[in-house]
């Protein structure tokens, strides 16, 4: 795989495409895309929407001269690395971005836009020939979606044979003085996924095969996935990565933006293009709240009595946590002296405590409020304090936890809190997890938040109810 250096001289990449003026997809949703991979992004409009998330209401493409005069300014001044192209809207244009681009010494994506997310035409029907005889054979990728494979090839896929025979008709697709196509990224997500999986086929020329699955994304806002997907395999092409590293991090990229995608506009919003910037700006913040939280713990009167014999520890998640590294701890569990008192011996780092991490993430499975947890000491005294504290309780007894979870390393307790809420009828108001343990197992509690202060404010009832 290769490893990409930063550089303060960014590539640049080229978008020709439409403009969206809800700002989701096409032209806007590109140069977002290649800013958020590092890459400097260059425009040539072929057409101009009027849409917002519902519709498109109007759509003006000037004339084919004037879209190679864009590319004509472009290409005879800025050093691009790759390209891609999206909506095209007419032959004419189809032609005129063709022939500019023919004999180009960089990568050529084509995402083949037919429709909108709203059901609009952005490729006037007469223009498919164009795109198969004109560009598709120009391409380093082509990514279809499963309507534009179907529009393009006339297989309506259905299963994996039939992905691979649509995959297989683009691939063959001749014109221009080229061979045709060098891979196609066939997309599922238009398919009903596998297993809760959303899976990509990437077939090379030469026969090669890759399948790319990510789990699928319960959202509706999806308005110019195929734009972002294809920008951001552009701009690691690039930034220096061969293909397939290049489909298989945009895709990780689509999938983090589809998970932050918020509701924006009555209908079809758009995934959020700027998720990498805003985690990574909130894992400053989670350290800082994982310190304030710290100083609080330590100022506690009798924490040292909920601390359990294998210690204590506090995890916090960032925004859209995906694994263990995406939540925070203290690199030295929570101890107490003989004296009553309570140590904190290192500070927080993200991947510090793999345990209390699976149990925020198996917890945020459940109920996606959930971000923090802290483990306290099971006994009779406590549980007593849960009640009367008010604090709601679920259980997992690990008797029941099948064999091959069991000899799975370190699967346990993702078992564990996903089964003691998921059974829970109510689980959005559970507040602790009880584990009676077993043989080598200390029984614990694990108590539950949307955040430290809330985690921390749920001890503070439990020890003023001891």
Same mark, same amino acid.
């Given at each position: 795989?290769?490893?990409?250096?930063?550089?303060?001289?960014?590539?640049?990449?080229?978008?020709?495409?439409?403009?969206?003026?809800?700002?989701?997809?096409?032209?806007?949703?590109?140069?977002?895309?290649?800013?958020?991979?590092?890459?400097?992004?260059?425009?040539?409009?072929?057409?101009?929407?009027?849409?917002?998330?519902?519709?498109?209401?109007?759509?003006?493409?000037?004339?084919?001269?004037?879209?190679?005069?864009?590319?004509?300014?472009?290409?005879?001044?800025?050093?691009?690395?790759?390209?891609?192209?999206?909506?095209?809207?007419?032959?004419?244009?189809?032609?005129?971005?063709?022939?500019?681009?023919?004999?180009? +010494?960089?990568?050529?994506?084509?995402?083949?836009?037919?429709?909108?997310?709203?059901?609009?035409?952005?490729?006037?029907?007469?223009?498919?020939?164009?795109?198969?005889?004109?560009?598709?054979?120009?391409?380093?990728?082509?990514?279809?979606?499963?309507?534009?494979?179907?529009?393009?090839?006339?297989?309506?896929?259905?299963?994996?044979?039939?992905?691979?025979?649509?995959?297989?008709?683009?691939?063959?697709?001749?014109?221009?003085?080229?061979?045709?196509?060098?891979?196609?990224?066939?997309?599922?997500?238009?398919?009903?996924?596998?297993?809760?999986?959303?899976?990509?086929?990437?077939?090379?020329?030469?026969?090669?095969?890759?399948?790319?699955?990510?789990?699928?994304?319960?959202?509706?806002?999806?308005? +110019?996935?195929?734009?972002?997907?294809?920008?951001?395999?552009?701009?690691?092409?690039?930034? +220096?990565?061969?293909?397939?590293?290049?489909?298989?991090?945009?895709?990780?990229?689509?999938?983090?933006?589809?998970?932050?995608?918020?509701?924006?506009?009555?209908?079809?919003?758009?995934?959020?293009?700027?998720?990498?910037?805003?985690?990574?700006?909130?894992?400053?913040?989670?350290?800082?709240?994982?310190?304030?939280?710290?100083?609080?713990?330590?100022?506690?009167?009798?924490?040292?009595?909920?601390?359990?014999?294998?210690?204590?520890?506090?995890?916090?998640?960032?925004?859209?946590?995906?694994?263990? +590294?995406?939540?925070?701890?203290?690199?030295?569990?929570?101890?107490?002296?003989?004296?009553?008192?309570?140590?904190?011996?290192?500070?927080?780092?993200?991947?510090?405590?793999?345990?209390?991490?699976?149990?925020?993430?198996?917890?945020?499975?459940?109920?996606?409020?959930?971000?923090?947890?802290?483990?306290?000491?099971?006994?009779?005294?406590?549980?007593?304090?849960?009640?009367?504290?008010?604090?709601?309780?679920?259980?997992?007894?690990?008797?029941?936890?099948?064999?091959?979870?069991?000899?799975?390393?370190?699967?346990?307790?993702?078992?564990?809190?996903?089964?003691?809420?998921?059974?829970?009828?109510?689980?959005?108001?559970?507040?602790?997890?009880?584990?009676?343990?077993?043989?080598?197992?200390?029984?614990?509690?694990?108590?539950?938040?949307?955040?430290?202060?809330?985690?921390?404010?749920?001890?503070?009832?439990?020890?003023?109810?001891?």
């Amino acid at each position: 795989m290769n490893r990409i250096q930063p550089t303060l001289s960014p590539p640049c990449v080229l978008t020709v495409a439409g403009s969206d003026s809800g700002g989701g997809a096409g032209i806007q949703a590109d140069l977002k895309t290649f800013m958020m991979q590092g890459a400097y992004g260059l425009s040539v409009i072929t057409a101009l929407t009027a849409q917002n998330t519902t519709a498109v209401t109007a759509i003006h493409a000037p004339p084919p001269e004037f879209a190679a005069a864009q590319l004509e300014a472009v290409l005879s001044d800025f050093p691009i690395r790759a390209a891609k192209t999206g909506m095209l809207f007419c032959a004419p244009i189809i032609e005129a971005v063709a022939g500019h681009l023919a004999g180009a +010494g960089f990568p050529l994506v084509v995402d083949p836009v037919c429709v909108s997310q709203s059901g609009a035409r952005l490729l006037e029907p007469e223009a498919v020939s164009a795109l198969r005889e004109c560009l598709i054979p120009l391409a380093a990728l082509v990514t279809p979606n499963l309507p534009e494979a179907l529009e393009l090839t006339g297989i309506a896929v259905c299963d994996r044979e039939s992905a691979r025979q649509a995959a297989r008709r683009i691939l063959d697709m001749r014109g221009m003085g080229r061979k045709g196509p060098d891979a196609v990224l066939l997309k599922g997500g238009h398919g009903a996924p596998f297993g809760g999986m959303v899976t990509d086929l990437l077939a090379f020329s030469n026969g090669r095969e890759v399948e790319i699955a990510r789990p699928h994304v319960d959202t509706k806002n999806t308005h +110019g996935t195929g734009c972002t997907l294809s920008a951001a395999i552009a701009a690691h092409l690039a930034l +220096g990565a061969d293909l397939e590293t290049a489909v298989t991090r945009a895709r990780d990229y689509l999938h983090l933006c589809l998970r932050a995608a918020y509701d924006l506009g009555a209908g079809t919003g758009p995934p959020h293009h700027l998720a990498p910037f805003v985690r990574t700006r909130a894992r400053l913040f989670v350290l800082d709240e994982m310190r304030q939280a710290a100083r609080r713990l330590l100022a506690m009167p009798g924490l040292a009595s909920l601390v359990p014999e294998v210690s204590m520890n506090l995890a916090l998640a960032a925004p859209w946590p995906a694994a263990v +590294g995406d939540v925070a701890a203290f690199a030295g569990r929570i101890t107490r002296g003989r004296d009553g008192s309570v140590y904190i011996p290192a500070g927080p780092a993200f991947g510090a405590s793999s345990h209390m991490a699976k149990v925020v993430l198996a917890a945020a499975s459940v109920v996606p409020d959930v971000a923090c947890a802290v483990n306290v000491r099971f006994n009779e005294r406590t549980l007593a304090a849960l009640s009367r504290a008010g604090l709601a309780a679920a259980w997992f007894n690990r008797a029941e936890e099948p064999r091959e979870i069991k000899e799975r390393e370190g699967s346990s307790l993702e078992w564990g809190t996903h089964a003691a809420l998921s059974a829970h009828p109510d689980p959005g108001t559970v507040d602790a997890v009880c584990d009676p343990g077993e043989t080598g197992k200390e029984p614990m509690i694990r108590i539950l938040g949307r955040d430290a202060a809330d985690v921390l404010a749920k001890l503070e009832l439990l020890l003023a109810a001891l």
